[in-house]
């Protein structure tokens, strides 16, 4: 049987461009880069794109936030201010400000509901996940049990498996998202999600373009342990929503990642 007869959800998609159920986009960034041209960067842009194919939601965190201590967390939250509807943020964590850092917690919830979780970054800044640079935002995150998504890569020396491993069994109490879901360490991933209490998920930027992926983590994990990002604006939300949709897994393991799976974490109001 074909995935257009399989599946009905795929099949009103291909047929309309358009999906009729909620996407919840948990990893974005927004803001120019000097160093590569993003088609699609800047507020207006991402949101009308966003609109186009049925995004509910988009969870970024701003690339100047996270690397340019003049540009504040503040900004986002007034980014969001103007979507409404649409934009949700990540506080950025930069562990060599630490006095940003606990200035811009202690304003978590007057950003609400536009803050949701936290996000780091320890590859690109060079301090490794278990670094004492980023307790203090981790017990914040652990404390009200805030979901953190933190950028991962196998064989990464500042946010590998002994990194992630060491912090999630320290913070029981985190919900904790792996960005890229430890890309190419696909054992060690399958691992710390076997290993926790059920806090930890598999986020999916840049998986559903290598085949059979999404079919190994389903079958191992659990559709329920994994969530839909495209990592917007690097990459497209048609290309990822395709890639979901063209897997050979089940609707209701679709509906998981793409919704399912973050109404259960954070309801259908947030």
Avoid at 24 to 53: C, F, K, P, W
Avoid at 66 to 84: D, G, K, Q, T, Y
Avoid at 119 to 126: C, E
Avoid at 168 to 195: C, M, N, Q, S, T
Wanted: proline share 5%.
């Amino acid at each position: 049987m074909s995935i257009w007869e399989e599946h009905p959800l795929a099949r009103r998609f291909w047929k309309e461009g358009r999906a009729d159920f909620p996407i919840y986009d948990m990893h974005g960034h927004m803001g120019s880069l000097n160093t590569i041209h993003l088609a699609r960067a800047e507020a207006d842009q991402m949101v009308a794109h966003m609109r186009r194919i049925g995004v509910k939601h988009l969870v970024f965190s701003h690339h100047h936030a996270l690397f340019e201590p003049s540009f504040r967390n503040v900004r986002a939250w007034e980014i969001c201010r103007n979507h409404p509807d649409i934009l949700r943020m990540y506080v950025a964590i930069n562990p060599h400000y630490p006095d940003h850092i606990r200035e811009d917690l202690a304003l978590f919830d007057s950003w609400k509901p536009f803050a949701v979780g936290l996000k780091l970054l320890p590859d690109y800044h060079q301090v490794p996940l278990n670094d004492r640079r980023y307790e203090y935002a981790l017990r914040f995150a652990a404390e009200r049990k805030l979901p953190v998504l933190s950028h991962t890569w196998g064989g990464s020396s500042c946010n590998g498996y002994p990194q992630l491993a060491e912090v999630i069994h320290k913070y029981p109490g985190l919900i904790f998202f792996i960005a890229h879901a430890l890309f190419g360490d696909w054992e060690g991933a399958e691992r710390l999600v076997r290993e926790s209490a059920g806090n930890v998920y598999l986020e999916l930027t840049a998986l559903p373009g290598e085949r059979g992926l999404l079919e190994r983590l389903t079958a191992s994990v659990g559709s329920e342990r994994l969530l839909y990002g495209t990592d917007l604006p690097w990459f497209d939300e048609y290309q990822v929503v395709g890639g979901v949709l063209s897997a050979d897994i089940t609707e209701q393991d679709m509906r998981n990642i793409f919704y399912a799976n973050v109404e259960r974490l954070l309801g259908r109001d947030w």
